[in-house]
């Protein structure tokens, strides 16, 4: 079938990307308990005091985790101003053995998780701890943190990695329960983690920044980070130690595995699309033939026996280039 020939408008525009929402829009949520695993997250303890023998503490170096002596001492003993972590909310993170590592499966999320919408509840003996995803606070930024899909600083580089729309790829956990350490945003028991977390805009309806360091000027604690999001993979990892040795008594050491009933994670997800608008115009009576064999077979070449005019139907459209190649 031979194709009508128009060219393509001017007004026509160029490529763009274009974000569709799973769910749409709506929050995703997953359990750990049932069948198939497909469908419900899962648990891995790793451990790097030994590994030779143990089982997953290579997931250590995989989340970018210090291992060795020297990386640990970079979150234990050197200040962020030298270079290191100690006086920061990532100090915590190299202080225990153990990790925990949740993976959502893949065909429950898109490109990327929204690093702002994340609630992950936990169990906790006989009850449950819920943590919650936001950023690191940044003073000087003219761009809203709502049309940011993960943390926008530079020093969590240290766990992800930036690329095209994604400032970092990953997210940071808080949690008010933990009420042993700074946990409440900044120290404040009249705050919540929890404050605008499942609004598509959250930081406009009160959702709260995190702080990276001490500033004794303005009276501000820093607040330590729980556990990290890994956004475009779909892994958490909790290195709280409290919440770690929790989730061993409800699976085991060295678990991998899904089972509990209390364990829920919610987040929302969207996948993106390069997109072309083209204009191609229709004059009147310009399309009222066909080269379709049916249509010849019904009323001749040329449609010479449609005397009584039906209508013909644009049913394919193609975009040719100035070789006329498809």
């Known amino acids: 079938m031979l194709p009508f020939l128009k060219q393509v408008d001017q007004s026509s525009g160029g490529f763009k990307k274009e974000r569709t929402w799973l769910n749409s829009g709506n929050l995703i949520t997953l359990t750990s308990s049932g069948s198939p695993k497909s469908n419900h997250i899962s648990f891995t303890v790793a451990d790097r005091s030994d590994l ?13 985790y210090p291992i060795t002596d020297a990386q640990k001492i970079l979150f234990t003993g050197t200040t962020f101003a030298n270079g290191g972590f100690s006086n920061t909310a990532f100090s915590g993170a190299a202080n225990q053995n153990k990790i925990c590592v949740i993976d959502i499966p893949r065909n429950h ?50 766990f992800g990695q930036p690329s095209q729309d ?13 009420s042993a350490r700074t946990s409440n945003p900044n120290s404040d028991t009249t ?56 989730l061993e008594k409800q699976f085991g050491t060295n678990f991998t595995k899904s089972g509990s009933t ?55 459209l193609g975009l040719y280039n100035q070789r006329n190649e498809l």
């Open 52 to 64: 030779t023998s143990r089982q997953y503490g290579n997931l250590f170096s995989s989340f970018n």
């Open 166 to 178: 994604n400032p970092s790829n990953v997210a940071f956990l808080f949690s008010n329960a933990l």
């Open 109 to 158: 999320y898109g490109e990327l998780i929204d690093g702002k919408s994340i609630k992950l509840t936990i169990p906790s003996g006989g009850t449950t701890i819920d943590l919650y995803s936001t950023y690191f606070n940044d003073p000087i930024s003219v761009i809203s943190p709502d049309d940011l899909f993960s943390d926008p600083q530079p020093q969590s580089h240290q």
């Open 262 to 316: 209390s364990a829920e994670i919610k987040f929302k997800s969207f996948t993106s699309e390069f997109v072309q608008h083209v204009v191609c115009i229709g004059d009147l009576d310009e399309f009222n033939t066909s080269t379709s064999k049916t249509f010849e077979d019904v009323y001749g070449v040329g449609g010479i026996n449609n005397t009584s005019n039906q209508p013909v139907y644009v049913t394919e």
């Open 191 to 246: 705050k919540s983690w929890a404050t605008g977390w499942n609004n598509l805009r959250p930081f406009n309806k009160g959702k709260l920044l995190a702080n990276f360091t001490d500033d004794v000027s303005a009276g501000k604690k820093k607040d330590l980070i729980l556990g990290i999001c890994y956004l475009s993979s779909g892994f958490i990892t909790i290195h709280d130690a409290t919440i770690v040795q929790e």
